[in-house]
């Protein structure tokens, strides 16, 4: 099993809607998780932390459940420059390196 | 632009050359990650510095690979003997935390 799986998609969404997408992990003691967003072609760039408590951002909201090790991201009224692809990054104990998984693609559709 | 710099952007070379990429992190962080990154996947993890100490170093890094950061500033990463599977980004990542890296725009290396 892969430390961070993500469904690598593509997200076929129409402008305007609502997605979400989740990403699991295999560490029960990770302590830190993110979410980056990568064009295509550019470095990822940090998107959003997500905190125990959830955090909103905007249009976009992340959440963590620790009982089923997963965190998710939910982008509201989406735009067309939301098109991009979505890295899930966990920071597990006693590791110097963060986690990446392979990314979800979305794609916003006028 | 105090962002984090890499250069080459770009290499095009021959199988059997050597290669080498500069990467110039935000000047006050002391941690410095090299990724590599192929088409479809995440970035995977090569070696991390903190300062002038190589730290940690992943078992994708053949011997063939090597990297440095002699006065904790700026880091190399060299490939000798480049062969095709080396295609890729690789990416530069500083940062003052474990949980934090700030991306260079990456050097994209093809090799033919």
């Not at chain 1, 295999?26 to 990568?38: D, G, M, V």
């Not at chain 1, 932390?49 to 089923?68: C, H, I, K, M």
Request: hydrophobic share 30%; with cysteine.
């Amino acid at each position: 099993r892969k430390e961070v799986e993500q469904d690598p998609g593509p997200f076929n969404v129409p402008e305007g809607a609502t997605v979400a997408f989740n990403c699991t992990y295999s560490n029960s003691a990770s302590q830190s998780f993110f979410w980056y967003r990568q064009d295509c072609r550019k470095e990822p760039k940090l998107l959003m932390s997500v905190y125990s408590s959830g955090n909103e951002d905007g249009r976009f909201t992340a959440q963590l459940n620790r009982a089923s090790q997963y965190i998710s991201l939910l982008i509201r009224d989406s735009k067309l420059s939301d098109s991009a692809t979505y890295l899930c990054v966990v920071n597990p104990p006693s590791n110097y390196q963060l986690i990446w998984g392979a990314g979800t693609k979305l794609i916003i559709k006028p | 632009d105090t962002g984090v710099s890499q250069d080459p952007r770009h290499k095009i070379t021959k199988r059997g050359q050597n290669v080498t990429f500069r990467c110039d992190p935000i000047s006050e962080h002391n941690r410095l990650y090299w990724y590599r990154q192929t088409l479809g996947q995440g970035p995977e993890f090569l070696t991390y510095f903190q300062n002038e100490a190589q730290l940690e170093k992943s078992r994708l890094l053949s011997d063939r690979f090597s990297a440095e950061r002699p006065k904790g500033s700026f880091s190399t990463l060299e490939i000798q003997r480049t062969e095709q599977g080396d295609s890729a980004m690789y990416l530069c990542a500083s940062g003052t935390r474990q949980d934090e890296a700030f991306f260079g725009q990456g050097t994209r290396l093809t090799v033919v």
